[in-house]
């Protein structure tokens, strides 16, 4: 019998004007300028609230003197994946400074957090036997590694370790590995990992925890979620985050024994056949390493910014999220409402982009709302005037 021929792929103008008439069509933004407090867009400088840059250090004259003179040492290429001749003593001094910071026995550096997670599923659960278990609304780095996976995939219900006891409940033995951000991109809430700690470790599942939004802002010495909620590496056995959002610069690693980094170099295909991180970065981002335990500030400053504009955001009227993060979600419902929303601010001189499915599930578009440590108080009272005067009150 001959097999069903598959549907060609629609139009692409076809899907394109579908996106546009639901309001989803996405367009490429182009600053002009340094990542900052400020940026300057179609020639108009803007008081900056979506950016990762939590402690404001993308533009720290010191981070980028040391992003200088990696290049002159090493180039501004690595030339090659790590295993051929890309690794380069700036890449092995990052990670001796990230696994001394994370008190874990080793790290692993990648060039993106998209790759790292792919890396410790494609490492740790790559055959038909094994099993994946991910909170649903997980980074789409780790919803796409479990698919690229032979695993078998199970998602539990958002930050419930009721719903992760039943889900991991009656599973036939094998190798099952739980996957979990710490602080969730979209939402800024905080999944409950010391619950999940100890439940996986009950079930005899292995929990990787991405840590990307938490790293650098949470924990005395900025070390993250994990430090903060002194969760060790024998509680949770992976640990991934990013330089670039708190740390101001670029790429990834992942933390945690000799055997699990070991193990990594060996299979992690994402890592063996990727070409090395720029050497250069790997300076600056050991300098930014370095700038968390010598100015703490940063991270004090941004709590109380946070805690100034939750507290204005009640007074006014306005309705967030639940969090505690430098994340700060304004849900406006409907695609059309966060863009108008978005171009309401903009015109005010304030940017926040809109965030539409299929970022966020339908229904819930929103403006998301960051806070920086290089934001001043006088900022976070303009931008609670304008949410204000430009009637985008969701309450």
Request: charged share 20%; proline share 4%.
């Amino acid at each position: 019998m001959q097999a069903a021929r598959r549907k060609p792929p629609a139009d692409p103008l076809i899907q394109i004007n579908d996106l546009k008439a639901r309001g989803l069509f996405r367009q490429l933004l182009e600053t002009e300028s340094a990542q900052g407090r400020r940026v300057i867009l179609k020639g108009k400088s803007l008081l900056n609230f979506c950016s990762n840059d939590y402690l404001g250090l993308a533009s720290n004259p010191q981070i980028i003197e040391s992003f200088r003179l990696g290049a002159e040492k090493y180039g501004v290429g690595s030339g090659a994946s790590p295993l051929v001749c890309g690794r380069s003593s700036a890449h092995r001094g990052l990670e001796e400074a990230v696994a001394e910071l994370t008190q874990r026995d080793k790290a692993l550096i990648f060039s993106s957090g998209y790759l790292a997670n792919l890396s410790i599923i494609n490492t740790l659960a790559p055959g038909r036997s094994d099993q994946i278990f991910q909170d649903k609304l997980n980074h789409a780095s780790m919803i796409d590694g479990a698919l690229l996976s032979r695993a078998k995939l199970f998602r539990y219900s958002h930050a419930s370790t009721e719903s992760l006891e039943t889900t991991l409940a009656g599973k036939p033995s094998g190798r099952k590995l739980v996957l979990t951000e710490s602080v969730f991109s979209m939402d800024g809430d905080t999944a409950p990992l010391a619950e999940i700690a100890s439940l996986s470790a009950r079930e005899k599942a292995c929990l990787a925890v991405d840590d990307a939004h938490g790293f650098g802002v949470f924990g005395d010495s900025g070390a993250g979620v994990l430090e903060a909620l002194d969760l060790d590496q024998e509680q949770v056995p992976i640990m991934m985050a990013t330089f670039g959002k708190a740390i101001g610069c670029a790429g990834a690693f992942v933390a945690g024994s000799k055997e699990l980094i070991e193990l990594m170099v060996q299979k992690a295909r994402p890592y063996i056949y990727s070409t090395a991180l720029a050497p250069a970065l790997a300076v600056a981002a050991t300098k930014a390493l370095l700038l968390l335990s010598e100015e703490p500030w940063r991270r004090e400053h941004l709590r109380a910014l946070i805690t100034r504009f939750r507290t204005g955001a009640e007074q006014t009227g306005l309705v967030l999220m639940e969090s505690s993060s430098p994340i700060q979600p304004l849900i406006t419902g409907s695609a059309a409402r966060a863009l108008a929303m978005s171009k309401a601010l903009y015109e005010s001189g304030i940017f926040i982009t809109a965030i539409r499915p299929p970022t966020v599930p339908i229904n819930s578009s929103r403006l998301r709302i960051t806070i920086c440590a290089s934001h001043t108080t006088e900022d976070v009272d303009l931008l609670l005037e304008t949410l204000s005067a430009c009637g985008l009150n969701n309450s």
